[in-house]
Structures are given as structure tokens and as C-alpha cells.
């Protein structure tokens, strides 16, 4: 049977506030079938007493500290997730309980399976379903090369999460391709952001991004070279995808906001345009 154990995320520091980042197969060990976040939690709550007969998972400290409670049936064992960037690696066929949340606990799950017959999550699907009749969201149709693509303002959309609430707090999951129009590469989040502070400026040229007010609010301006619009995000049930050839910049961050960001691919250099000329030339050799 493999351990638990911890993993220490990268951590990139500068003023604009940090930023932390995890690939699937890179720096945890398997693939992103979904991810959720366990928000609105009531001080002293207890959540998730419950075992997977074969999914693996990760969970991070967003923002402020929670217990985890193991049982490999032989053992119980507890560790504290406070830090952003360290994530704890829990294996299959551990009993595992949440618990001793602080009041402005937020816990990020990251899970290898999308859900089973078997999973709780499976409920929570069909009753999320049943009541909001979402209209599936239509897969990204990539060719092979994976050509740089040249999106508009209007190609970017609000996308609206399933989410279970009780009393417990809520909960908002993702299956990639299913809630989202990609599968989920890689993950990252920016938090510890001083106020008037702006950041992304920056556009992707095949790479497809949603993101998230984890907690508090900001503001996305999209600019498409021709076009531009601005979205306030500041609820966590709500992404926004940022399609490629369209440059993003967040700003007027509210006091302890966190911006969690789903992406359809790896980091690559190559992939981004940094400068606004750049930016400019790039959309003017789209045709």
C-alpha cells in the first residue's frame, strides 16, 4: 500500500503577490480527472468521512488550515494543511475525514478519477442535474498540431459549477470535459495579492484557461485587439474561460482574494505573448 505524503509546490514570489502551480504526472503522480474546492465552512466542522476504492487525491490549503484525518485500517493518522504551497498526496483505500477547519478555511481536492457508481460525489451529480438542467458544455475541437489560435472577446464565457451545500459548507466540482470544454493539465492559483496590484497582461496562443474567485473578487479585462469587455468574478460556483489569442489582464483585487486558474496544457514558454506590441503583431498576422 503507498503512503501518504507531502508535496512542496513550486512557489513563484514577487510584488504582485505569490503564485503556486501543479501539472498533472509532474509534480503529482497521475492524471487531473477532476477537482473541487470545500468553501463556506463553519468554524470546528467536520467533512468527507469517506474511503475510494481506487482514486488518488491532493489537497491543498488555499487559504487558512484543516485537519486530515487518515485510517489505513491499521493506524490513524492527522496532518495539518496551512500553507498554499504544500500540498498532502492521499492514496487509494485511505479512510480520510476533514476536520478542525479555521474560519476562513478553503480546501482545494484534486482527484485522479472522475466519478464512480461507488463515489458520494455521483449523488451529488445527479441531484445538481436534476435541478439546474445545465445544458452540457461543448468540447474544444483541437486538431493534432495544435495550431495558435486567434479567439475574440466574445469567445470567452461565465461558465456555472455544479455545487452541493449542507451544512458542512459547499462545494463546487469540475469534471474536465464535462463542466468545461478541456481536459485539466495543469492548475494554479495566486494568492497573498497587495491591493491595486494587476496581473496576467498576457496572452496564450493555443492554451485555454477558466478562472476563479476561490475567495473574494476581481476584476478580468478581455482585449482581443479590436474588442474589449471586462467581468467581475466574485463567486466561486463561476469560471471564466479565457480562450487563446486573447489577452487577459486581472486587477482591483478585493482584500484576500484568490484566483484559482484551470489550464488545457503544460507550461510552455513558447506559448505565451508577454508585451502588448507583441500582442498586436500576433493578431495582425492572423490571416
Known amino acids: 500500500m503507498q503512503r501518504e505524503q507531502f508535496i512542496e509546490l513550486p ?3 514577487d510584488r504582485r503577490g505569490n503564485l503556486s502551480f501543479i501539472e498533472a504526472e509532474n509534480h503529482i503522480p497521475f492524471r ?9 465552512i463553519p468554524g ?4 468527507g468521512t469517506h474511503a475510494f476504492k481506487s482514486q488518488h487525491e ?3 490549503a488555499l487559504s487558512g488550515n484543516f485537519d486530515v484525518i487518515l485510517d489505513d485500517g491499521g493506524e490513524k493518522r492527522t496532518y495539518t494543511l496551512n500553507r498554499s504551497c504544500n500540498a498532502l498526496y492521499i492514496p487509494d483505500m485511505m479512510r480520510r475525514r476533514l476536520g478542525n477547519f479555521s474560519a476562513n478555511a478553503l480546501c482545494l481536492a484534486i482527484a485522479s478519477e472522475p466519478c464512480g457508481e461507488d463515489d458520494h460525489y455521483k449523488t451529488f451529480r445527479r441531484s445538481v442535474a436534476e435541478d439546474n438542467r445545465r445544458s452540457p458544455v461543448p468540447p474544444l475541437k483541437k486538431d493534432k498540431a495544435s495550431r495558435p489560435e486567434y479567439n475574440t ?3 470567452c464565457s461565465l461558465i456555472e459549477f ?3 451545500t449542507n451544512r458542512a ?5 469540475i469534471h474536465g470535459v464535462e463542466n468545461i470544454p478541456f481536459g485539466i493539465e495543469r492548475i494554479f492559483y495566486t494568492y497573498d495579492i497587495p491591493s491595486g496590484e494587476k496581473r496576467g497582461m498576457h496572452a496564450h496562443k493555443r492554451c485555454h484557461e477558466i478562472l476563479i474567485a476561490a475567495s473574494g473578487s476581481f ?3 478581455l482585449d482581443d485587439g479590436v474588442n474589449r469587455k471586462t467581468i467581475l468574478l466574485n463567486r466561486p460556483v463561476y469560471g471564466l474561460h479565457v480562450s487563446p489569442g486573447v489577452w487577459a489582464t486581472e486587477k482591483e483585487y478585493s482584500s484576500g482574494a484568490i484566483c484559482l486558474a484551470l489550464a488545457s496544457d503544460k507550461y510552455d514558454t513558447e506559448d505565451y505573448i508577454h508585451t502588448y506590441s507583441d500582442f498586436k503583431e500576433y493578431r495582425r498576422n492572423e490571416n
Open 58 to 60: 491532493v489537497m491543498v
Open 162 to 164: 455544479p455545487v452541493v
Open 169 to 173: 459548507g459547499a462545494l463546487a466540482f
Open 44 to 47: 470546528g466542522q467536520q467533512s
Open 219 to 221: 476584476e478580468v479585462e
Open 153 to 155: 472577446v466574445f469567445d
Open 11 to 13: 512557489r513563484v514570489i
Open 32 to 40: 487531473i480527472a477532476r477537482t473541487y474546492w470545500i468553501y463556506g
